[in-house]
């Protein structure tokens, strides 16, 4: 039989547990709504500061590579501005969530929709590998890969990594 205390303690474990879980969730669903509002370089600078870490990484399948905040950042001009004018929306699905620590990696679909006329239709829709940090009790992404879903083997790939993390259990 287990002490009060111990009960305690590992009670206290969940609720860090789904907190976390919960914090990384905001952040991931806070993707779409940031971008689909970043219409100059001031708002592209927030999405990135925001979510990323200073040295973090994201790249998108057809659009490269971007490292640090400044070229995440960057990654928003341009075309970018001409979606969000145009009309856009970046919906991003409920994550997967694996926490081990102050890390976690999260795989969740994401769709862009593009508006034409009173439309939408969908333009891409993607897989999604988030690598996070937990910095001073604030969860930020490292890196971020999306890899359109189309058959190719490095999508297939990135979401077959979701058996290794049910695999494992979370740690805090």
């Known amino acids: 039989m287990t002490t ?3 009960r305690l303690a590992a009670l206290e474990g969940k609720v860090k547990l789904l907190e ?5 969730r905001q952040l991931i669903t806070s993707y779409g709504p940031l971008v689909d ?4 370089e001031a708002k592209a600078d927030l999405v990135a500061d925001t979510l990323w870490t200073e040295d973090g990484f994201y790249e998108v399948d057809g659009y490269g590579r971007h490292i640090g905040r400044a070229a995440i950042a960057a990654s928003f001009h341009g075309f970018h501005f001409d979606l969000v004018r145009d009309g856009c929306a970046h919906v ?3 994550p997967y969530i694996r926490v081990e620590g102050d890390r976690a990696t999260a795989l969740a679909y994401s769709c862009v929709f593009r508006a034409e006329g009173e439309r939408f239709f969908v333009w891409r829709v993607a897989a999604n590998e988030w690598n996070l940090i937990c910095v001073d ?3 930020q992404v490292e890196t971020r890969t999306n890899c359109l879903l189309n058959g190719a083997q490095k999508t297939l790939d990135l979401f077959g990594s979701i058996h290794g ?3 494992k259990s979370d740690r805090l």
């Open 165 to 167: 993390l049910i695999a």
């Open 4 to 6: 009060v205390e111990e």
């Open 137 to 139: 009790g604030k969860w």
């Open 92 to 94: 991003m699905g409920l």
């Open 20 to 24: 976390a879980r919960e914090a990384i």
């Open 37 to 40: 509002t970043a219409n100059d």
